[in-house]
Structures are given as structure tokens and as C-alpha cells.
């Protein structure tokens, strides 16, 4: 008679999983529920009750179980994922902007997605839109300058794909907006200079291209005009939004025989250039020449002396537009959000010495 071998089963479906590889069926086997109980849990559904709930919650705690967002908007019909569009904003503002974003996001079961484009490339719409399609988003917010791009706008709609528009004005419904004042920012820095008595003023702008650049620039020889300030379109110059083109112009406006004796940079980083100008020039900041940026970012307190600079709260900004995003009906949305920038006086700006 032939002896029959014994084969230990194998124990390996029965271990508990290794910290953060736990997967849904894993937490299902540990609470000793299916899988489905666990999908309603983790979306909330009211047809679980409180201490099956409690218990698998604490299991995907403890075994560092998240949910997949591509695999929770295929299971449900819909996606839990934020796409955040841009196209060559400054790191700093993209960084706070994305805080901002997953502020709003936090707890909520959403996830961000970034996607950099090239707005001045031909068919980067249709860049967008595939974006958009591959990963089912729930929707998109654009900033500038995207964000001031109508035919983006429509291409979005026509794909049923919600989207906010981050601008210095508004350029749709209110459900759909989220604007910055940029305008009244401008003319804020400008009554700020001619308070000081500064009445030969220089302005770098940023490209015209962006409306931000027509709004900041706008507002501020509006509100100079006003008080009876005029600024000759020689001591305009158009920059890149970039710390190059600070440099560059300065250079020019500060050659000049009446030289002006205050700029004002439509962002921080051409702010900065004036400061690389004006020091390769043997000129002093404040004494010689007052300089106010736009923005606020850290490099602003981190340059001596610290620079006088127009505070945009750009997380916030993030935090409110994701906010509108996950709004239920954007069309039930009736005031239209906006953020108001303000200035912030630090130690770049002097009254102009007499004579």
C-alpha cells in the first residue's frame, strides 16, 4: 500500500498584507465583509452601517489602504481627479497655487493632476482636450494665460468638461469664474508713488499678450493720470514676465537723461531685474530710485532691501477656484468669486530727492 504525501496548505492568501500594499479585497477579507461593503464605505454610502463603517476605516488606516482615483471614477461613472492647466506661470506662483488647490481638495476624496502647456503652439487645445478625455477628469481649473483663451473655454464645454477660469476680469459666467482685481491693484501701487511725491515714473509691464499685463499697466497709468501724473511712452517698456527682462529694462529707462526716479515691475521676478540694473548702474534702492513689484512672492522680503510689493494671495486664489469646481450646478452660482490683491510697504520706496 502506497503512502500518501501530505501537502501543507498554503497560508499566504491568510497573512495580513505588508503596510501601504493592501489592497480592497485585502481590507475586505480583514473586516470579513465583500468587497462591495467596502466600496460603499469608502464613497460614503448610507446603506453601511456605523460599526462596519468604523471597522473598516480603521483597517485602511492601519494597513495604509487609499483608493485609486482612476479606479473609483471607472467603478462609479465619474472621476475623482482635478486637472490644474497652465502654461510658464513663475515656480513659486504654480507652487502656491497648487497648495491652494489641494487645500480645497483635502478630505474630499478628489486628487490634482498638472498639466503644463505651451499656449502659443499650434493645436495645443487639442493637447488639452486629450488631457482631459485620458483621464476623465471632473474637471479643470485654467489660469492665466490659458484661462483668457475663449477657444479654450468652448472646446471644454463642447466635451461636457467643467472647468474654472482664474483672470484679471471676468470672462464668463459667475459659476465659472474666479477674478483678481489686477486693475485695482495697479492703480494702488501708483497712488502709493505719487503719495511719496514721485512724479517721473517708470513702468515695465509684462507681455501684452497677457491680459494681467493690460490690467496691472492699465491701472496703474489710469490712477497716475488721475492724480496728474503723466507717464511719456518712453518710460513704458514691455518685459517677459521674466527676471531677464527686469534687467532689460531698467537698463533702458534708467539711461535716460531724466531718468525716473521710481519703477514699477509688473511681477516680482522683473522687479528683481531692477534691482540687478540698478546696482550694475551705481544706482541706491530706495535712495535714488523706489521700486514696487506685484505678487509678493518670498524673493521679495529676501532682497535688500526688502521690496514694496503688491500682495496677489495666490493659494487662496487656488483654495477658492477648486472650491467653485466641486460646486454641485455652477450655473445656480450668482455673485462671481474674486480675490482683491493689496499693497505691502516695505523698505524699496523713499520720496525722490529734491532736485
Request: proline content about 7%.
Amino acid at each position: 500500500m502506497t503512502a500518501k504525501t501530505t501537502v501543507p496548505r498554503s497560508t499566504t492568501a491568510q497573512q495580513p498584507p505588508a503596510p501601504g500594499k493592501a489592497t480592497i479585497n485585502d481590507i475586505a477579507r480583514l473586516a470579513g465583509v465583500s468587497k462591495k461593503t467596502v466600496s460603499r464605505v469608502i464613497n460614503d454610502s448610507p446603506l453601511v452601517k456605523p460599526d462596519t463603517r468604523a471597522k473598516v476605516h480603521a483597517l485602511m488606516r492601519e494597513y495604509g489602504y487609499a483608493p485609486d482615483p482612476q479606479a473609483r471614477g471607472l467603478a462609479f461613472r465619474k472621476s475623482f481627479l482635478v486637472g490644474l492647466v497652465f502654461d510658464n506661470p513663475t515656480a513659486q506662483y504654480i507652487v502656491n497655487m497648487q497648495y491652494g488647490v489641494l487645500d480645497a481638495l483635502r478630505d474630499t476624496g478628489y486628487e490634482l493632476v498638472v498639466h503644463p502647456c505651451d499656449s502659443k503652439r499650434e493645436g495645443y487645445i487639442d493637447g488639452i482636450r486629450r488631457f482631459v478625455l485620458q483621464q476623465k477628469l471632473h474637471g479643470v481649473i485654467l489660469i492665466p494665460r490659458v484661462s483668457e483663451d475663449q477657444a479654450l473655454a468652448e472646446a471644454l464645454r463642447e466635451i461636457d468638461c467643467r472647468y474654472v477660469r482664474i483672470a484679471s476680469v471676468p470672462f464668463d459666467e459667475a459659476g465659472r469664474m474666479l477674478v483678481t482685481q489686477d486693475r485695482i491693484a495697479g492703480a494702488e501701487a501708483a497712488d502709493y508713488l505719487e503719495s511719496l511725491g514721485h512724479r517721473r515714473i517708470g513702468l515695465i509691464t509684462g507681455p501684452k499678450r497677457y491680459r494681467s499685463s493690460i490690467e496691472r499697466g492699465g491701472g496703474f497709468l489710469d490712477a497716475l493720470a488721475k492724480r496728474g501724473v503723466q507717464v511719456p511712452p518712453e518710460n513704458v517698456y514691455e518685459g517677459g514676465y521674466t527676471f531677464e527682462s527686469g534687467v532689460a529694462g531698467a537698463e533702458q529707462l534708467l539711461s535716460r537723461p531724466d531718468r525716473p526716479t521710481a519703477i514699477f515691475a509688473c511681477n516680482d521676478e522683473m522687479a528683481a531685474g531692477v534691482y540687478k540694473a540698478a546696482q550694475r548702474m551705481g544706482i541706491s534702492i530706495p535712495v535714488e530710485l523706489s521700486v514696487v513689484g506685484y505678487d509678493d512672492s518670498p524673493l521679495a522680503s529676501q532682497l535688500w532691501p526688502a521690496m514694496t510689493t503688491v500682495r496677489l494671495p495666490v493659494r487662496d486664489v487656488g483654495r477658492q477656484a477648486a472650491s467653485l469646481l466641486l460646486a454641485q450646478d455652477a450655473s445656480q452660482v450668482a455673485v462671481m468669486a474674486s480675490v482683491t490683491p493689496h499693497l505691502v510697504a516695505r523698505d524699496s520706496c523713499l520720496p525722490p530727492q529734491a532736485g
